[in-house]
C-alpha cells in the first residue's frame, strides 16, 4: 500500500531581524521547486516583506477576525464575574458600567462562558487578512495584520489551516522569539535557525535553540554574514550538537541585490545548487532520531 503523501514543513526563523532570514527562506523556495511543489508562507504579519522578492500575482485574500465580548446591559447584573475571570485585563466592571479594551482581549471566550445570566455573546472583530497566490512556479501566502493590531497570533493560526497536503512548506517566521514566532514553529518538521556570528547573534540564537528544543523540533543553522564576528556561534553550536547547513558570506553584492528586491538565488544562479543542498540536507537532518 502507497503512503499518502504528507506536507514537509519548515520554519525559517532567528532570534532577532536583521540575520537573513527572508533571504534564506525566499531563496529556499524558489531553488527547492526544482525537487517539488513548494508553499511559502509568510508568517511575519506585522511587517511581511516575501512579496518584496516574488512579486506574486494575488488570487484570494479573506478577513481574519478575533471573537470578542459583546455585553447587553439589559441582562447584566455588574456582578463583575466576567472582570475577575479576565486574565487580561480586558474587561472592568465600575458601578454600572461595563468597560472593555478590545486591544487587551485575546477571544479566549472566558467571559462569556463564566457570566452567571448570560449577559455576554462573543462578536467577529476584524484584525487582518490573508491572502494567497502564485509566485515564479510556487504557492504563496502571506498573512496581514491590520496597523494598530496586537494580536498577531489569530491570522498565523489561520495561515497554518489553509495550507496544503503535500510537497514542500516553508514558513517564514517573524523575528525573535515570542507568541507569533511559537506558533509559526508548532507542528512543523524542522526548525531551520538563521543567525550572524556576532554576540547580538549568539544571545538570541541560544533564546531560538531554547524554543526549538522546548517544542521537540530538529533544529539546523545557517550562518550569514559569515566571516565578521568571532567563532562564538560555532563553538557553540558545535558543543550543542547543531550542524551548520550552509554559511552564507558577508559579501556587500548579496546586499545590494537584497536592496533592490533580488533573491540570492536570481541575482547569483550559482547558489542555487548550494541552496538544492540546503534543502536535501534538511530532509537527511529531519529524519535523524533525537
Not at 45 to 58: C, G, T
Request: charged residues 20%; aromatic residues 6%; hydrophobic residues 40%.
Amino acid at each position: 500500500m502507497t503512503a499518502e503523501p504528507r506536507p514537509f514543513r519548515v520554519a525559517v526563523a532567528s532570534g532577532k531581524g536583521g540575520t537573513g532570514k527572508t533571504t534564506v527562506a525566499v531563496s529556499l523556495a524558489l531553488a527547492a521547486r526544482d525537487l517539488g511543489p513548494v508553499t511559502l508562507v509568510d508568517c511575519d504579519v506585522e511587517e511581511p516583506n516575501d512579496h518584496v522578492f516574488l512579486s506574486p500575482k494575488i488570487e484570494g485574500s479573506e478577513p481574519v477576525s478575533l471573537l470578542v465580548p459583546q455585553v447587553d446591559e439589559g441582562l447584566c447584573t455588574y456582578c463583575g464575574a466576567c472582570a475577575r475571570a479576565c486574565r487580561f485585563g480586558a474587561l472592568a466592571v465600575i458601578g454600572k458600567k461595563i468597560l472593555f479594551h478590545p486591544e487587551l482581549c485575546h477571544g479566549c471566550g472566558l467571559c462569556a462562558s463564566v457570566c452567571p445570566v448570560s449577559a455576554i455573546t462573543e462578536v467577529p472583530r476584524p484584525i487582518g487578512r490573508i491572502e494567497r497566490g502564485r509566485a515564479k512556479g510556487i504557492q504563496f501566502w502571506q498573512g496581514v495584520l491590520n496597523p494598530g493590531e496586537p494580536m498577531a497570533t489569530p491570522i498565523i493560526r489561520a495561515l497554518k489551516g489553509r495550507l496544503p497536503d503535500d510537497g514542500l512548506v516553508i514558513l517564514d517566521a517573524p523575528p525573535g522569539t515570542a507568541c507569533p514566532v511559537i506558533e509559526t514553529l508548532k507542528g512543523v518538521d524542522f526548525a531551520l535557525l538563521v543567525t550572524e556570528p556576532t554576540p547580538f547573534g549568539l544571545h538570541d540564537l541560544k533564546l531560538a535553540v531554547g524554543v526549538a528544543r522546548e517544542l521537540g523540533l530538529p533544529a539546523g543553522v545557517v550562518v550569514s554574514k559569515d566571516g565578521i564576528g568571532t567563532d562564538e556561534v560555532e563553538r557553540y553550536l558545535a558543543g550543542e550538537g547543531i550542524p551548520v547547513l550552509l554559511r552564507i558570506p558577508m559579501d556587500r553584492k548579496f546586499a545590494e541585490a537584497y536592496a533592490q528586491g533580488t533573491s540570492l538565488v536570481e541575482a547569483f544562479p550559482e547558489w542555487k545548487s548550494r541552496f538544492i543542498e540546503l534543502a536535501q540536507r534538511i530532509a537527511m537532518e529531519a529524519e535523524v532520531p533525537r
